[in-house]
């Protein structure tokens, strides 16, 4: 069964703080991505990686970088948390290939920055 | 610059219901795919569905149908006799096959939250 799972499902953290959010996949994906969820606005991409140490940024990047090590894990990291950054962060995998692979989503990291 | 544009915010219907959420793209490209996926309030998006843009059959899985009509950019779902676990978030993504090379970008829309009420 396909597997996409994120190191937390809520996350407080304070303003200022660097944060990091883990995803694992255990489909061997090449591709990865991570996106924000915000009411009324939909998904967004924030960067996206389509192979180890690869890495191009998304739709909203700023104040978010990523690093990608191994094959399996997408690491996304605020540098200085700030409150608008509260959010919901999805991870998502899928195989390298046509467009038409669809994507798997992780469960989701509520974070809130105080 | 591709564009999901899902128009209804919120639905709300009572159960056996039938409901439709409304789905239109924007794309220059004449090779695309859509895909609807379903958020349950566990946060995990699910696939449900992919259409190439040159299959316009509709498709039926059980309570479930979508209607892609190309010469109208839409790509409509239809729950039929809905029940409460119906209840969910639902997204129509759209990926272009030839955009600059990001090939496996896909563009969301805000989202459907459809409320399926006992």
């Known amino acids: 069964d396909v597997k996409v799972t994120q190191s937390s499902r809520y996350l407080v953290k304070r303003t200022g703080e660097k944060v990091f959010l883990e995803c694992v996949q255990d489909?061997?994906?090449?591709?990865m991505f991570w996106y924000r969820q915000d009411p009324g606005l939909g998904l967004r991409l924030i960067y996206f990686?389509?192979?180890?140490?690869?890495?191009e940024k998304g739709d909203i990047p700023e104040g978010y970088s990523v690093s990608r090590e191994k094959k399996e894990r997408f690491s996304l990291i605020l540098e200085s948390a700030s409150t608008n950054q509260t959010s919901m962060y999805l991870c998502?995998?899928?195989?390298?290939?046509?467009?038409?692979?669809?994507?798997?989503f992780g469960p989701g990291t509520r974070l809130t920055v105080t | 610059a591709q564009k999901v544009t899902q128009a209804q915010t919120e639905i709300s219907v009572v159960e056996k219901e039938d409901v439709t959420l409304d789905c239109v793209y924007e794309?220059?490209?004449?090779?695309?795919?859509l895909f609807w996926y379903k958020q349950p309030p566990s946060g995990e998006l699910v696939f449900l569905i992919r259409?190439?843009?040159?299959?316009?059959q509709n498709e039926i899985s059980g309570r479930y149908s979508w209607n892609f009509q190309k010469s109208t950019s839409s790509f409509n779902f239809t729950i039929t006799a809905s029940q409460v676990v119906d209840s969910a978030v639902y997204f129509c993504?759209?990926?272009?096959?030839?955009?600059?090379?990001?090939?496996?970008?896909?563009?969301f829309g805000k989202g459907t939250l459809l409320t399926v009420n006992p």
């Open positions: 990686s389509y192979d180890v140490k690869m890495k």
């Open positions: 259409r190439n843009s040159f299959d316009e």
């Open positions: 993504a759209l990926s272009e096959v030839n955009s600059g090379g990001s090939n496996y970008k896909l563009t």
């Open positions: 794309t220059r490209d004449t090779t695309y795919y």
């Open positions: 998502a995998s899928r195989p390298a290939g046509p467009s038409s692979y669809e994507q798997y």
């Open positions: 489909m061997d994906h090449e591709n």
